[in-house]
Each structure stands twice: as structure tokens, then as C-alpha cells.
DNA sequence: CGACACCCGTGACAAATGTCACGAGAATTC
DNA sequence: GAATTCTCGTGACATTTGTCACGGGTGTCG
């Protein structure tokens, strides 16, 4: 791949203008990182690195069209980058999905600016790296209590409001539709389904 | 001030230690700006801004504590630096308020990275910069239809879950609360108080 | 087989929520 | 002064929501 003496390839994608040139303007002080493509969003990301085949692939989870990890999954099927993701709100159960597509590092947005290119030389090493922070909230979090369907339910409800339509959209009866959610409720210990979908969204489960 | 010769004194606040650290960096590449202060919130913000009096501000709107305009209206008390505000979520109202607190530029974080700098120099030179597609939303987007009572509500609403607290919080009895929030959604057109509250902070009415 | 967990549905009930009609007070206008 | 409009407030009402108890069906595992 790349040897001893020629830089690190890097792709970023992050759908934030100004983010992602002060990204490149950090890392470009790098004497050992050449940014060699930047993307807007997933789609374009996975493009241009099937074209330029970087050594790594720094993305943002959250980006319109296709996300980070969308966006890893179509790139890891036309090459073999290390993949990098970088998030602002670091969620436990996005930590494991990221991990089965073969990840190599995950980072929140809160690290400090300086590790971010010692990271990125780990992980062009052959090495992952896992933010400690996120890595022990992942661990201590205990597996999704929550059965399929109730997870089917809380997912819908997060974009419809009536339960009618919840009902609809699941092919169920309304009496099923509430007998999921209030599950689901008691489990997480919320006190409308809201607050329960939010509860999953935030834990990474829908 | 600052003559012809010396450097464009910035201060930059941000609760993202990595963004905040590529902004340094991609303002430090510029021969006439020097980041001579940076904090990781609102308060700090203010207490470094009164320490080294930098020539500009550059806050970002969402931090913990004390948020962008929080902070902008605490630095101008004691000093007179120029403002400039970056935020993610660009919402009408907000540009409103911050233009009512002397702020001298506002950008979103989707503008192009190298722009910045230019904003910058712009503002420092005594200009102001108001990102042309938030200024043309604020334009269109009507004047807030809602009374104050129903703002209250709103508000409350948004952090607590049940009739019964906000009632108590705005010392009201829960039907006066209920017909607030019911008005206030037929005005906006909302099926739930959730939807509602939503809706006007989207427009930075609350 | 029995025990168990999950899926789907029903009916009934209390509490919370959203809607409505109505009234008191203040300001404006004729 | 009377009519009007606006805001703020109260109480009654139907609907929605969340809870509970129950039953039938399926598949898995010991």
C-alpha cells in the first residue's frame, strides 16, 4: 500500500462546509496526511473513494443522503480503506454497528483537535481505536430489552403521531399498537412513547 | 485599537474540542488574524474576553451553560469586541434576537470554509455579515403569531412532560394551560403540544 | 410432551389531552 | 357611554392515551 515514506491518504466526509475545511486545514499541517478528497455527504464519499482509494476514510455520522455508516458500508465493498467515524452525539448502540461493518476507529467530536491526527496514524498502522468514553458507556450499557415489534412500534412512532396511523403503517390493530408501546414504556421506564422513542434513539437501538 | 500593521485579534469559543481546534488551525494559516483565546463555553468565553480584550468574537450559538447570545450580551459589558455567531441550525427568530444584542456577523456552519476568514476581516474592518439565506428566511417568515401567555406554555412544555407541572410553574390552573397550548397549536397548525413546541423553536420563538 | 417466549388481538378502565362555549377585564373606536 | 376587539381565565365535554387482564397462535428448547 503505502510505504515508509509517502504520505497518509486521507477522504473526509462531513456535510458541514466550514467543519470540514478546518478539518483539512488541520490535518494539512500534518507533515505525513495528504487530503486527497472531501465529500458532502455519503453518497459522494463513497464515490470518490472508489475513485482515489485513500488510505483512510475520516466520515461524519450524521450526513443527509446516506450516513456515516452507510457510507462505510458501500465503501468497504470497492476496497479495503481503514474507516474512521466521527460523531457529535456518540451513541452505545451505534458504536456496535459501526464496529460489525469493520470500523477501525471511532471518535467523538469532542476530542481534542491534537489527537485527531495521532488517531488517524494508529489507525493507518493497522491499529482501531475506540474513544475510552464511549467505549465504557457501551460496555456498562446493558443489550436492548426490547422485543422487534416493540422496537417496529417506537420506530414508527418517532414520525407519526396518532396511533391510528402507527396501527396502519404495522399492518396491526390500534389495541396491538398500545399494548407495544406501553410495554416498551414500562421497560424503559418512560412515561409517554416519546419519551420512550427518544430514550431508544439515544441508546442506538432504532 | 489595532493599526494598519498588527494582527486581527480573535477569540474563539466552541464546545466541540475537535471543531474548535480545526478553526484555530485553519485561522491561524491567515497572515492577519491571530486566535489569541479560546474557551469551551459561554461563561469562560466571557471571562477570557474581558482578560485579553480580542478585537473579535467568534461564538458558536449552542454550548453548555451559557449559550452563544448568552455570552455575546455578558462580553458586551465590559469591552466592545465585534461579535460574529455560528450555529448549525440557523432558525429566523434566533437572528433576530442576536441582531438585537449588537451581534456583528452570523454564519452558518454550512458556509464554505475559506469564506470565513473574509467574514472576519469584513467585520473587523467595521462591516457586518448577515449569511444571505438565514437573513432572507428571517425576511419571509412571518412575525411570531403567538401571545406571550402561550409562549410561556410553549416553553414549558418543551421540558416538562404533564399539564399539571407547567400549570404549576406558571402558577396557572391546567385548563387556562391547555387552552394556551390548544390555540397556540390551531394557530401553527400542530396535532400535539409536542409538535407545537417544536415548531416554534424551529422558528426561535422560544 | 410441557415450559417458555414472542406475536397478535380484544375489551374495559382511569387519566391525560384537546376542543369548545362562556365570562371578566383592558384598550380602542364611534 | 356603547360597541368592539383583544387577551387572559374557567369549567364542561369527547377523544386519545396508557394500563391491565385475558386468550389464542406460533416456534424453540429441555
Redesign the interface.
Known amino acids: 500500500m503505502n510505504d515508509q515514506t509517502s504520505k497518509i491518504r486521507l477522504l473526509i466526509a462531513d456535510?458541514?462546509?466550514?467543519?470540514?475545511?478546518?478539518?483539512?486545514?488541520?490535518l494539512g499541517?500534518e507533515p505525513d496526511i495528504e487530503v486527497v478528497a472531501s465529500a458532502d455527504n455519503g453518497v459522494t464519499a463513497a464515490e470518490l473513494a472508489r475513485e482515489v482509494q485513500p488510505d483512510i476514510c475520516l466520515l461524519d455520522l450524521e450526513m443527509p443522503q446516506a450516513d456515516g455508516l452507510d457510507a462505510a458500508k458501500a465503501i468497504l465493498e470497492h476496497g479495503s480503506p481503514r474507516i474512521i467515524i466521527?460523531t457529535?452525539h456518540a451513541r452505545p448502540g451505534v458504536l456496535r454497528r459501526a464496529l460489525a461493518e469493520q470500523v477501525a476507529g471511532f471518535?467523538?467530536?469532542?476530542?481534542?483537535?491534537?489527537e485527531?491526527a495521532n488517531v488517524i496514524r494508529d489507525v493507518a498502522a493497522g491499529k482501531r481505536y475506540i474513544d475510552p468514553e464511549i467505549a465504557a458507556a457501551a460496555l456498562t450499557a446493558e443489550r436492548c430489552p426490547l422485543t422487534d415489534r416493540e422496537l417496529d412500534a417506537l420506530r414508527s412512532s418517532r414520525s407519526t403521531?396518532?396511533v391510528q396511523e402507527i396501527a396502519e403503517q404495522l399492518f396491526l390493530s390500534p389495541g396491538t399498537v398500545r399494548n407495544y408501546l406501553s410495554s416498551a414504556m414500562a421497560k424503559l421506564g418512560a412515561?409517554?412513547r416519546?419519551?420512550a422513542a427518544d430514550q431508544a434513539w439515544q441508546q442506538g437501538w432504532i
Chains 1, 2 share one sequence.
Open positions: 456535510d458541514e462546509h466550514l467543519i470540514r475545511g478546518a478539518l483539512e486545514a488541520l499541517l466521527v457529535r471518535v467523538p467530536k469532542s476530542t481534542p483537535a491534537g485527531l403521531k396518532s412515561s409517554s416519546h419519551e
